[in-house]
């Protein structure tokens, strides 16, 4: 799954004040990150001081999925342009 493929298949609304980040809409929940892209795609799972929630990981071609696992089981997911994942990677203090 690509950047582009994503941003077509999904409804992703920008985050303000966060260029090249998006955030997933109108989807439930408690949708697991491997549905979003895909079974062949690797995630990796972080805890970091920076979050209060689990961190999990996928790169893609041009940017990749960042997706907080809430205690509850729930999900946030955010789609990042190039830019955007290098920029909250480095904030996460996540290095792959």
């Known amino acids: 799954m ?4 994503l941003m077509i298949q999904w409804n992703w609304k920008p985050i303000r004040n966060c260029p090249g980040r998006f955030v997933l809409s ?10 979003v892209v895909g079974p062949e795609a690797e995630l990796f799972e972080f805890d970091v001081e920076a979050a209060r929630d689990k961190v999990l990981v996928s790169r893609l071609d041009e940017g ?9 089981g729930t999900y946030l997911h955010t789609l990042n342009s190039a830019d ?4 909250k990677m480095l904030q996460l203090k996540i290095v792959l």
């Not at 955007?84 to 920029?87: E, K, L, Q, T």
Request: glycine content about 12%.
């Open 26 to 35: 109108g989807v439930r929940s408690d949708l697991p990150p491997e549905n």
């Open 64 to 72: 990749g999925l960042i997706s907080y696992k809430r205690a509850d």
């Open 84 to 87: 955007g994942f290098s920029r």
């Open 2 to 5: 690509t950047f582009d493929e």
